[in-house]
């Protein structure tokens, strides 16, 4: 009989051993990060967990009241605490009435209820219901944050917790139908100590499925800091470059805008880099807020700026880039009292008419610009091919649109 071969004992032993190890990993990682909330929790139910089995290991010669009642209302506790973790991690609102629930379910009918201190099988049965319920409800949250953070290990963990849950609830039907015996102090059947070889690898399963967890989730807030300018929060000149060429590489079209604010070096001087730097943020969140669906935008340096829009000719983009226009010079911007104007010059350039290749779409954009400055700022110019320079003048001056803003250089 399998039974003979399995050792409850020695597999809560070993299961403490493995949940202690991993509690300490656990609790370093909390220490060192304070900000890893769910290393916190799942440190606490490794812990709890760790208490728990040597607890159920101790059985043959512990008092029931303490190796049964108490170890399993610690098995509840365990799972609870990783039940908050996986809550914590996905930012998802805490109950202190689900933590409690399992526990306080536990441990009242224990006390309360001879059916269940008194027959082993009710106990499986209790149990049972308490571990499956915390486990399923784990794994469903976890699928559930595929939505907003696809990491790697996400669907795997998920798919495990709900498969423990569901093979942990199949001890019910079996206490009903095969019901265990009573030796060496805990259950004595084949099922049963199959059912406790499960529950020894997703111990261990489980912890592993959180550490990953963590370090994905650190790797995936470094890879976006990496990405991302410090003082707006928007895209930073590496990322954006990289995604734009890789919409060009494949074929797209559409229009690069470049924006540079009107004498910041002004506002800097006159009020001072912070109002400087609330101006920045001011002007991003504009801009931000107005993005279609995927534009890309980005601080390309100081007071420097880009957009790409994909699937924009250069018409419909320039009329985009005069709405963009007029909402950054109608911004209020006040510090210390005072009321700081913004006004910024877009300089244009499409695709279709100077190719894919994004040195040659940034020149002709940066030229659209340099035209915009030099035509009084607070405008919009696109840049067009020219046979030579010496017409560049006469054209904007034939071409601007006072009604409009956006005028045609080249």
């Known amino acids: 009989m399998i039974e003979d071969f399995i050792s409850i004992s020695t597999l809560m032993i070993c299961t403490f051993l493995a949940t202690t190890v991993v509690g300490i990993f656990m609790l370093q990682v909390w220490l060192t990060d304070r900000r890893h909330a769910a290393a916190g929790y799942w440190c606490l139910s490794m812990w709890v967990g760790s208490l728990c089995t040597l607890l159920f290991a101790l059985r043959p010669i512990g008092f029931p009241l303490i190796t049964v009642g108490l170890g399993n209302a610690l098995a509840a506790f365990g799972y609870a605490f990783m039940w908050a973790g996986f809550r914590v991690f996905d930012r998802r609102p805490l109950y202190l009435s689900v933590v409690l629930a399992g526990p306080v379910l536990w441990s009242a009918a224990y006390l309360l209820l001879p059916p269940v201190a008194n027959d082993i099988n009710n106990r499986v049965i209790l149990s049972s219901v308490i571990i499956a319920a915390y486990s399923i409800w784990i ?219 994004f040195d040659r779409l940034q020149s002709a954009a940066d030229k659209a610009l340099y035209a915009a400055k030099e035509a009084g700022r607070n405008c919009v110019m696109r840049w067009a091919p020219s046979t030579g320079l010496a017409d560049v003048a006469e054209r904007m001056r034939l071409s601007s649109n006072p009604a409009t803003g956006i005028s045609v250089a080249g």
Request: glycine letters at 10%; proline letters at 2%; charged letters at 20%.
């Open 139 to 357: 794994g469903l949250d976890i699928w559930a944050g595929r939505r907003l953070e696809r990491l790697p290990t996400r669907s795997i963990a998920a798919i495990f917790f709900l498969s423990h849950g569901t093979i942990y609830s199949l001890r019910i039907p079996m206490a009903v139908l095969a019901p265990v015996e009573l030796g060496h102090g805990t259950a004595y059947s084949t099922w049963f100590a199959l059912f406790s070889l499960e529950l020894f690898a997703h111990t261990i399963l489980a912890a592993v499925a959180m550490l990953v967890l963590i370090k994905e989730r650190g790797e995936a807030l470094y890879r976006q800091a990496s990405r991302t300018d410090t003082l707006t929060g928007i895209a930073n000149r590496g990322s954006f470059l990289e995604d734009v060429q890789a919409h060009l590489a494949g074929g797209g079209q559409g229009t690069l805008m470049i924006f540079d604010l009107d004498r910041f070096k002004a506002i800097n001087d006159t009020h001072g880099h912070v109002a400087g730097d609330v101006v920045l943020k001011r002007f991003s969140e504009q801009i931000s807020s107005s993005l279609e669906d995927g534009m890309l935008f980005c601080r390309f340096g100081g007071e420097e700026f880009a957009l790409f829009a994909p699937r924009h000719d250069i018409d419909h983009a320039a009329d985009f880039a005069e709405r963009l226009r007029r909402a950054v010079a109608a911004l209020s911007i006040s510090r210390e009292g005072h009321e700081i104007s913004v006004s910024v010059s877009i300089g244009l350039a499409d695709v279709a008419t100077f190719g894919s290749d």
